[in-house]
T-cell receptor
Framework: GNSVTQMEGPVTLSEEAFLTINCTYT??????LFWYVQYPGEGLQLLLK?????DKGSNKGFEATYRKETTSFHLEKGSVQVSDSAVYFC????????????FGAGTQVVVTP | DAGVIQSPRHEVTEMGQEVTLRCKPI?????LFWYRQTMMRGLELLIY????????DSGMPEDRFSAKMPNASFSTLKIQPSEPRDSAVYFC?????????????FGEGSRLTVL
């Protein structure tokens, strides 16, 4: 079956530091890949997505590239802010799945001033 | 535009009581999902509907859980009887799309505590 594995948190870093959150997946077909973000007390919000191999998703300074050869979709940001403190979820969706998402466990990111 | 609306935001109940969680999806969306979030198990998909029809309920933990979507603008998740292990945050999400689906929009969640 499908699965998503992401690095455990919490990840603690200082403002303006570089952030990487690793995500790898297992899928039977050709999934679409997503990063969702959850701020404290809120629901999840789509951060970025990529629908085919070598696609790069980007939003709010975050980027992730769909790497089929390594089955990875690592999230990166060059200079984090305190406001980026949140839980980040990697997820996949297979075609013909009606949008059903398989989520990773989530990685908490804490950015300190 | 209003997002996905869930109620109640918080519910505290005693073991054995019936719990009903409600969700109003975004107008025009044709898929609706119920997820459960716990520290131990993360985000689990319980059930999802397309055009008000349940497509996959394999994530529903047991017969105590049931979900309905009587129309395109309303869904309920019911737990009867509730147990302490049902304590979690329950999220409803909706999307618009065909078999591929589309971006999921999440509500703010219903935090359930069963004593």
């Amino acid at each position: 079956g499908n699965s998503v594995t992401q690095m455990e948190g919490p990840v603690t870093l200082s403002e303006e530091a570089f952030l990487t959150i690793n995500c790898t997946y297992t899928a039977t077909g050709y999934p679409s890949l997503f990063w969702y973000v959850q701020y404290p007390g809120e629901g999840l919000q789509l951060l970025l997505k990529a629908t085919k191999a070598d696609d790069k998703g980007s939003n709010k300074g975050f980027e992730a590239t769909y790497r089929k050869e390594t089955t990875s979709f690592h999230l990166e940001k060059g200079s984090v802010q305190v406001s980026d403190s949140a839980v980040y979820f990697c997820a996949l969706s297979e075609t013909d799945s009606w949008g059903k998402l398989q989520f990773g466990a989530g990685t908490q990111v804490v950015v300190t001033p | 535009d209003a997002g996905v609306i869930q109620s109640p935001r918080h519910e505290v109940t005693e073991m054995g009581q019936e719990v009903t969680l409600r969700c109003k999806p975004i107008s025009g969306h044709n898929s609706l999902f119920w997820y459960r979030q716990t520290m131990m198990r993360g985000l689990e998909l319980l059930i999802y509907f397309n055009n008000n029809v349940p497509i996959d309920d394999s994530g529903m933990p047991e017969d105590r859980f049931s979900a309905k979507m009587p129309n395109a603008s309303f869904s309920t998740l019911k737990i009867q009887p509730s147990e302490p292990r049902d304590s979690a945050v329950y999220f409803c999400a909706s999307s618009f799309g065909g078999s591929w689906g589309g971006e999921l929009f999440f509500g703010e969640g219903s935090r359930l505590t069963v004593l």
